[in-house]
């Protein structure tokens, strides 16, 4: 197993450039597709898997059995016993309540697994390493498609701390074909490999780096990759890449090392350009003053600013940290909204008609700090138009939060429960090891 192990580490050093940029990588051909839960995602996955030919790679921080997720957990097996090359990493602590005959049938089965940062019960928390995660959505099949998103392998109505619930929660992700899928490939592969044999992505940059033609090599066919679509592009593409749409996206990482500030910039910057509308779907929201900043700068030029986060909080203390801030934003003209038929937990950001991510990461300390985050960024027009129609539906499930009078803006309990909640921040981050001002 090591020696395999050793062989796809081996393979993935020359689809290292795209992570040595600490800007989104843009690539050309790919195609896109939008999922909305586990009632969409879950077939396309088993159906994706049932034809694998090769290989399945996953890394996910949330699994369980129950409801609709196991037929995607039988598809893995069923292509284990076939002879496929299957791998999973599961993070520790979304994995914790795992029922350890799912871990017996699975290896059993032939499916490779490992743990990402396995959590002791008794003491685990105590250690602050501890409390940065990989919070990681993502499947590799055949190394040829791709699923990124916010959607563990759970159903979509059963909540692990709050049982069954009538409604399904809202998520999404996508389903994704083309160069793209080469750095989710070796994420994943990088992931399985830290978990099961201790190394990190510094020690795999540091082997990779020593071989300076393999790393001209491999920067130069990530940037041959980087179409910058114009229209004679465009027309060249449309001849060359059949069974693709010319779709341009970037897979785009938060972890401890060369990327960690690449999905938060990347926002950032979408915030900063947008020029007529921006909505963000998230469950958990404090993000840093910068993207605050941005926000309320949108709003005051005219752009349609909309936040859609939690209407029926799964966090108590999740909920209050991000209505402290609805009434800073709501003066600056930040129309704010409260899902109301089930529980939330997508991650979407849509800006204008032509930008658009989805991914695992939230707007808050643990995602843009802490924990192990990836997204895909998508500039395309047709895309962004099918996911916002999807948003509109969303929202019109939604009550809009009125804004407070002045007096109850500034009242002693608000500012209270403000400072609050920013000490409370800062202590956390301070725990797990984050520097820095957030």
């Known amino acids: 197993m090591f020696e395999n192990a050793s062989e796809h580490l081996h393979e993935a050093f020359d689809g290292l450039a795209w992570y040595d940029q600490r800007k989104p990588v843009f690539t050309g051909g790919n195609r896109v597709s939008l999922l909305q839960g586990g009632r969409e995602l879950f077939p396309a996955l088993q159906g994706r898997i049932d034809r694998a030919q090769h290989s399945v790679w996953v890394a996910l921080y949330l699994i369980s059995p129950l409801g609709q997720s196991g037929c995607v957990l039988q598809a893995l097996m069923r292509a284990a016993r076939r002879g496929l090359d299957v791998y999973l990493v599961a993070d520790g602590v979304g994995s914790r309540d795992?029922?350890?005959?799912?871990?017996?049938?699975?290896?059993?089965?032939?499916?490779?697994?490992?743990?990402?940062?396995?959590?002791?019960?008794?003491?685990?928390?105590?250690?602050?390493?501890?409390?940065?995660?990989?919070?990681?959505?993502?499947?590799?099949?055949?190394?040829?498609?791709?699923?990124?998103?916010?959607?563990?392998?759970?159903?979509?109505?059963?909540?692990?701390?709050?049982?069954?619930?009538?409604?399904p929660r809202l998520d999404y992700a996508v389903e994704v074909e083309g160069p793209v899928v080469t750095p989710v490939l070796h994420t994943i592969k990088a992931m399985w490999t830290r978990s099961k044999f201790g190394r990190d992505w510094r020690d795999d940059l540091a082997q990779w780096a020593q071989d300076p033609q393999r790393l001209q090599k491999a920067r130069k066919l990530w940037q041959h990759a980087r179409l910058r679509l114009t229209p004679a592009e465009q027309g060249r593409l449309a001849h060359a890449v059949v069974t693709r749409e010319p779709m341009r996206?970037?897979?785009?990482?938060?972890?401890?090392?060369?990327?960690?500030?690449?999905?938060?910039?990347?926002?950032?910057?979408?915030?900063?350009?947008?020029?007529?509308?921006?909505?963000?779907?998230?469950?958990?929201?404090?993000?840093?003053?910068?993207?605050?900043?941005?926000?309320?700068?949108?709003?005051?030029?005219?752009?349609?600013v909309r936040l859609l986060l939690q209407g029926k909080p799964d966090y108590r203390i999740a909920a209050l940290a991000a209505r402290v801030l609805y009434s800073e934003l709501q003066h600056h003209g930040v129309r704010i909204f409260e899902y109301q038929p089930a529980m939330l937990h997508a991650k979407v950001l849509c800006v204008d008609d032509e930008w658009a991510t989805v991914g695992s990461s939230n707007l808050d300390p643990l995602s843009l700090v802490l924990n192990l985050e990836a997204n895909l960024i998508v500039r395309d027009r047709g895309f962004v138009k099918t996911l916002?129609?999807?948003?509109?539906?969303?929202?019109?499930?939604?009550?809009?939060?009125?804004?407070?009078?002045?007096?109850?803006?500034?009242?002693?309990?608000?500012?209270?429960?403000?400072?609050?909640?920013?000490?409370?921040?800062?202590?956390?981050?301070?725990?797990a090891g984050a520097t820095g001002r957030y």
């Open 249 to 304: 996206c970037a897979f785009v990482l938060r972890d401890n090392l060369r990327q960690r500030r690449t999905i938060e910039q990347a926002t950032l910057q979408a915030i900063r350009q947008a020029r007529a509308r921006i909505d963000i779907v998230t469950p958990y929201f404090y993000p840093r003053r910068a993207l605050r900043l941005a926000l309320r700068a949108a709003a005051a030029r005219g752009v349609g």
């Open 388 to 431: 916002s129609q999807s948003l509109s539906a969303d929202f019109a499930l939604s009550h809009e939060v009125i804004a407070p009078a002045s007096n109850e803006r500034d009242s002693w309990a608000s500012q209270w429960r403000r400072g609050f909640v920013r000490w409370l921040a800062k202590s956390y981050m301070r725990l």
């Open 98 to 167: 795992v029922p350890k005959s799912l871990w017996t049938d699975l290896d059993a089965a032939g499916v490779k697994v490992t743990v990402y940062r396995p959590l002791h019960r008794l003491w685990g928390l105590l250690d602050a390493s501890q409390w940065k995660r990989m919070h990681m959505k993502l499947f590799v099949v055949d190394e040829a498609c791709a699923f990124i998103g916010g959607i563990n392998l759970i159903d979509d109505h059963y909540d692990l701390h709050h049982g069954w619930s009538e409604m």
